[in-house]
């Protein structure tokens, strides 16, 4: 069977399912590998490094997806790319069900299997498929590259023949992947790094990286309703006034800011206001990773570095992953192909789409003709 990549359409998207590497791979598992010419390109990945990995470079996506019985991309698809799906033909890809009701019942119409990275199990076994993670790590990195990249001063401090210079303060909000890529950049360049998070037992986690857990004087729950799955639930009023109280004594102090507090299924919580923007120093800089979903600062806007009135940087942007295409392509794709591992039991490039399969079965939101989603809960954890 073959597997193949389109070029992303997505204005401004760099990022490729499919690189010379994961399709030397893929090869093992028995496939025959496709690709659009120029799919890699954004990323460096020229046709000729996928031609010399055994790949077959095609001149258009309608060529491609003609081709490929499996097709391999990182955006949701596009309706022009949903007209050239059909049955036997299964695509997987980022796909957010819940955020795509329309797309999902479109590419059921055309009969297409429909395989979401997004809803890969967060199970253990799951790990090596989980993109979410894969690209949230990139995005806690880079955040912290792209807010040095704004900030005047150095993240470490140092003691030069000009003068003594303090390391920089960083406050890292809400310590999941993202964050804790965040607080282990932010540490390793050398800034007096703090974290928070709901979850208390992060703290542990934030402190044996060198950075320092921000406790807050709450004896109360912190959560109102209960977590579920390892999530965030939204705080309680009375946690929420302490951690803003919290956040308002350290705004004058912090230099830069990662925000990264989500809770799934709902708009992200607002923790960093406009009087904590108003209380920091100029030149400070705030990067909200939670910007696509709303943003936790006041003064973010999607897509957009703005600076405020006191001189403030706010970074709103949400293609951190394909700012760092090569990495992301690489790790992505690695995700992919792991998956297609698990498709494929006995490497013959036949794949068996065993709904038994927790895993399989979590990401598959349409078969044959059905949409699957949601999934019932995974037996294993
Ligand atoms: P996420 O992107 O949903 O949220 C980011 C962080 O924001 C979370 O740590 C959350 O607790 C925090 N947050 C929410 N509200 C907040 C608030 N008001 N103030 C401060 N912080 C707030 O998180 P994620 O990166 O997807 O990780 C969530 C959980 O999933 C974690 O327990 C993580 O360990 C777990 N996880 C498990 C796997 C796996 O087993 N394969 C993979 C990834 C993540």
Known sequence: MKIGSPKEIFPGEARVAMTPDSALQLQKLGYECLIETGAGKAAGFSDEAY??????????????YGSADFIAKVRPPEQSEVELLGPGKTLISFFYPAQNKELLEAANAKGANVIAMDMVPRISRAQKMDALSSMANIAGYRAVIEAGNNFGRFFTGQVTAAGKIPPAKVLVIGAGVAGLAAVG????????????DVRPEVAEQIESMGANFVFLDFAGPAQDGAATGGYAAPSSPEFREAQLKKFRELAPDIDIVITTALIPGRDAPKLWLEDMVAAMKPGSVIVDLAAERGGNCDLTVADQ?????????????????????????????????????????????????????????????????????????????
């Not at 031609?51 to 491609?64: F, H, N, Q, R």
Request: proline share 8%.
């Open 51 to 64: 031609t010399k990995a055994g790949v077959t470079v095609l001149e258009s996506a309608a060529a491609l």
């Open 185 to 196: 950049t932010s540490v390793s360049l050398g800034a007096i790094t703090y974290a928070f």
């Open 305 to 381: 570095k703005i600076v405020s009135s006191n001189g403030v940087t706010v970074i709103g942007y949400t293609d951190f992953p394909s700012r760092m295409a090569t990495q992301a392509s690489t790790l992505y794709a690695t995700n992919i192909r792991h998956m297609m591992t698990d498709l494929t039991p006995a490497k013959d490039g036949v794949p068996v789409h065993n709904m038994d399969d927790d895993v399989i079965r979590g990401a598959t939101v349409t078969k044959e003709g059905a949409i699957t989603y949601p999934p019932p809960p995974p037996k294993i954890q």
